[in-house]
């Protein structure tokens, strides 16, 4: 058997990682153009468990070595937290 087509879990994970992100926008767009309140919700509820699949295949990958991530100074946290807090209270 020919092993160049195969994927390595590194790969595979990648793609997953990438079409969880695409069905998360997809979602969110759904979300802003439904009009019924059940779609709205249905949608909602799909999105969360969505970003829930994505999730772990993140940190699947972060824990390999695969996605490498920098924590930010709690300081730049509180000021993007603030940032967004008053531009929230101002709509």
Avoid at 29 to 38: D, F, V
Avoid at 48 to 68: K, L, S
């Amino acid at each position: 058997m020919n092993n160049k087509n195969t994927l390595s879990e590194q790969d595979i994970l990648n793609d997953l990682l990438t079409m969880e992100k695409q069905v998360t926008s997809a979602y969110n767009t759904g979300i802003t153009e439904a009009s019924c309140k059940n779609l709205r919700q249905t949608l909602t509820d799909s999105l969360t468990d969505t970003q829930a699949i994505q999730y772990n295949v993140f940190d699947a990958m972060r824990r390999q070595g695969w996605y490498q991530t920098k924590d930010a100074p709690d300081q730049d946290v509180t000021t993007v937290k603030d940032k967004y807090t008053q531009l929230k209270n101002q709509l």
